[in-house]
């Protein structure tokens, strides 16, 4: 029904940027919400940031003004800008999709979410 494939992961120097895509066949639906999770060893996973079909947008605390959720004009992928990257930062990026969702202030909530990615690696060093 729904998959999602995740890509741009890689490896950055404090400071720096990379962008994450996530390419998402729910976009087709007429209400959705897709976000970003992330998860290190020894953390729990957390959510990042959030996008919904009406382009509403909701980030955790702690990537406000640095990281940037948008979602291309087909409606097709999603991205997840991310600048000004440090350690904190670094873990695995997971797309995760909800059909009938619209976002609300604060992290996205884990539980709200069905359709999940395979994950995409970022490393800040």
């Known amino acids: 029904h729904v998959q999602l494939v995740e890509s741009g992961g890689g490896s950055v120097q404090a400071g720096g940027s990379l962008r994450l895509s996530c390419a998402a066949s729910?976009?087709?639906?007429?209400?959705?919400?897709i976000a970003w999770f992330r998860q290190t060893p020894g953390k729990e996973r957390e959510g990042v940031a959030a996008i919904d079909n009406n382009g509403r947008t909701s980030y955790t605390d702690s990537v406000k003004g640095r990281f940037t959720i948008s979602e291309d004009s087909t409606k097709s992928t999603v991205h997840l800008q991310m600048s000004s990257l440090n350690p904190d930062d670094a873990g695995v990026y997971y797309c995760?999709?909800?059909?009938?969702?619209?976002?609300?202030?604060?992290?996205?909530?884990?539980?709200?979410?069905?359709?999940w990615g395979q994950g995409t690696q970022v490393t800040v060093s």
């Open positions: 729910v976009s087709t639906y007429n209400s959705y919400c």
């Open positions: 995760a999709a909800v059909k009938g969702c619209f976002v609300v202030p604060g992290p996205p909530m884990e539980d709200w979410y069905k359709y």
